[in-house]
């Protein structure tokens, strides 16, 4: 599988050695490849536990790159988190492994506090450590990446979520994300470990795990399945694209303000409804041969999920304004580009239903 750079404009700066946790899933591998396409000469460890969600094939176009070393290993593992941060003189981390999916913090809440919670403690009391042992060095920084579900729900008139709004989660997911924010926030304000936080909206792209909606129905498409919608399709979500959510973590890293935090998001509020009739349209146009044509008729509504919070929202204000940065696809482009990956990588996700 041919990767291409998410982005090919190569900044100058000192380099880094960074320290990517979770980097076999999701928005940290994309991250991963991004960071090793714009900064070859840092070092880019990998600590992955390689759960459920974790796909070592994803980094493996990066194996044989000199400055990229993968680490099977638990977050919550303090020697060997200890062990990393020295051997490897680690200055930065971005913190990424977390338990994600909703449905799966209400059946089994307690792997959400572990990982969440208790690991990102271990990563931050480890880094402070790490940190003190080098004489509180100015340019190391603890990036913490979370969500806007930390911020609860919002009506149809609500403005949206700001660094400023209350915070009021509402699953065990999302609590957990909230314990993890507060706990790299405290560790700035007590010790002056220079954290970074950020919460963003959805996130979507390649490599996305295919029980998350839109690779859920991009391939239940393929395969001829219902397309399950909770409740009336009605509830708003935000939409990012990841390659975007890289580039803003690259800024908020590059020229965030330690102790602040970053809200992200793509300017895309839209209905689940009108989102999973956008990729049925654009299935029907891209995919050959499909089992059911038009993929609208394998929609179906499904029991709503206990707390499905209505509403989420993004002001990306202030991380435009201080950093200059905004999101560069649209939610058609970004869509678009999203469903050909899938039509094309069938060798990345098709083990996946398999497992």
């Not at 714009?38 to 094939?57: E, F, I, K, M, W």
């Not at 709503?304 to 990306?316: E, K, L, V």
């Amino acid at each position: 599988m041919t990767l291409t750079p998410l982005t090919e404009q190569l900044h100058s700066r000192p380099p880094r050695r960074v320290l990517v946790t979770g980097g076999a899933g999701f928005i940290a591998a994309n991250l991963v490849h991004y960071w090793a396409a714009q900064y070859p000469g840092d070092r880019l460890v990998v600590l992955d536990a390689l759960t459920y969600a974790g796909n070592r094939s994803t980094l493996a176009p990066l194996e044989t790159h000199p400055n990229f070393r993968f680490v099977h290993g638990n977050i919550c593992d303090r020697p060997l988190v200890e062990e990393l941060l020295k051997a490897e003189a680690i200055d930065t981390i971005a913190h990424l492994a977390a338990e994600s999916h909703v449905d799966r913090s209400i059946s089994g809440p307690a792997a959400f506090v572990q990982t969440n919670m208790v690991g990102s403690f271990t990563l931050l009391d480890a880094f402070r450590q790490h940190w003190d042992a080098n004489r509180q060095p100015s340019h190391y920084r603890f990036l913490h990446v979370s969500t806007d579900e930390v911020y609860g729900s919002l009506s149809p008139t609500d403005p949206p979520f700001s660094e400023t709004t209350p915070y009021a989660p509402n699953s065990p997911y999302s609590a957990s994300k909230a314990g993890s924010d507060h706990l790299a926030r405290a560790y700035f304000h007590t010790y002056g470990l220079p954290t970074l936080i950020t919460n963003c909206s959805n996130n979507y792209g390649p490599f996305h795990f295919p029980e998350k909606l839109i690779p859920l129905v991009c391939l239940n498409i393929l395969m001829g399945k219902p397309l399950p919608i909770y409740g009336d399709g009605q509830n708003v979500r935000d939409w990012l694209y990841v390659g975007d959510h890289c580039q803003a973590l690259d800024a908020v890293v590059d020229r965030g303000t330690p102790g602040e935090t970053y809200n992200i998001g793509g300017n895309n509020e839209v209905k689940n409804i009108d989102l999973v009739h956008t990729l049925c349209d654009l299935m029907n146009e891209l995919a050959p041969n499909l089992p059911v044509r038009p993929c609208q008729e394998l929609i179906t509504y499904v029991t709503d999920r206990p707390g499905h919070d209505r509403r989420y929202a993004i002001n990306a204000t202030k991380i435009q304004t201080e950093l200059g940065w905004v999101p560069a696809e649209t939610l058609e482009t970004g869509l678009r580009q999203t469903v050909q990956w899938y039509l094309t990588y069938t060798d990345w996700w098709q083990p996946l239903l398999s497992g």
